[in-house]
């Protein structure tokens, strides 16, 4: 049974400050790695795809990933308002065409 | 990123009818597209893998007689929510995967279910 496991929160940040997010995945095979952002009632847009162990920057957005602890992580740079959504860690076990296992997301708020 | 469209966005029925849900990749040919569903306050699941000119693979628990899709061409998967109840009340969301992409998903709007 795959497992994609993150804390609901809601996290709580102030304008400006770093906003951590983290995952955890059960699957060992597990080869792709993403981080959607899901604004209320909207569908997930995706933020950032990882695949190899070690860092992933893009913008005010950095991905980690430790495949040996399971554990991939999000962190925003620069915290904006904006950035207030449900984040959701997703994984696919990789090999192709597969659907993702999603993690039940963090609310994020950003506090003005 | 891919281009994926849903229709409707919104549908009402009454219990019992069917529904039947679009979902279109506007700007490539999408041989695997995947079903989802998202109850309140709750993650994605998914549902099926659509692939274009055979049978869909359904999820464990996921019934096929009643969520019917059908991938008639490359760029579009319809869902059939058949003899609707109050409990299949969800928002649907369809994605494509483009082969450019490494597995990344790209998602619909989705579609909002409310069976009365």
């Known amino acids: 049974q795959k497992e994609v496991e993150q804390n609901s929160g809601p996290l709580s940040v102030p304008e400006g400050a770093i906003a951590s997010l983290n995952c955890t995945y059960s699957?060992?095979?597990?080869?792709?790695f993403f981080w959607y952002r899901q604004y209320s009632g909207k569908s997930p847009e995706l933020i950032m795809s990882?695949?190899?162990?070690g860092d992933k920057e893009d913008g005010r957005f950095t991905a980690q990933l430790n495949k040996a602890s399971q554990y991939v992580s999000l962190l925003i740079r620069d915290s904006q308002p904006s950035d207030s959504a449900t984040y959701l860690c997703?994984?696919?076990?990789?090999?192709?065409?597969?659907?993702?296992?999603f993690g039940k997301g963090t609310h994020l708020i950003i506090q003005p | 990123g891919a281009v994926v469209s849903q229709h409707p966005s919104w549908v009402i029925c009454k219990s019992g009818t069917s529904v039947k849900i679009e979902c279109r990749s506007l700007?490539?040919?999408?041989?695997?597209m995947f079903w989802y569903r998202q109850f309140p306050k709750q993650s994605l699941m998914l549902m099926a893998t659509?692939?274009?000119?055979?049978?869909?693979?359904?999820e464990q628990g996921v019934e096929k007689d009643k969520f019917l899709i059908n991938h008639a061409s490359l760029t579009l998967s319809t869902l059939t929510v058949t003899s609707a109840h109050p409990e299949d009340s969800s928002f649907y969301i369809c994605?494509?995967?483009?082969?450019?992409?490494?597995?990344?998903?790209?998602f619909g709007p989705g579609t909002r279910l409310l069976v009365l």
């Open positions: 990882i695949y190899s162990n």
């Open positions: 997703a994984v696919n076990l990789g090999g192709g065409a597969d659907g993702l296992t």
């Open positions: 994605s494509v995967a483009p082969h450019w992409t490494k597995e990344t998903q790209y």
């Open positions: 659509s692939n274009e000119g055979s049978k869909a693979t359904y």
């Open positions: 700007d490539f040919q999408a041989t695997t």
């Open positions: 699957d060992r095979g597990s080869q792709s």
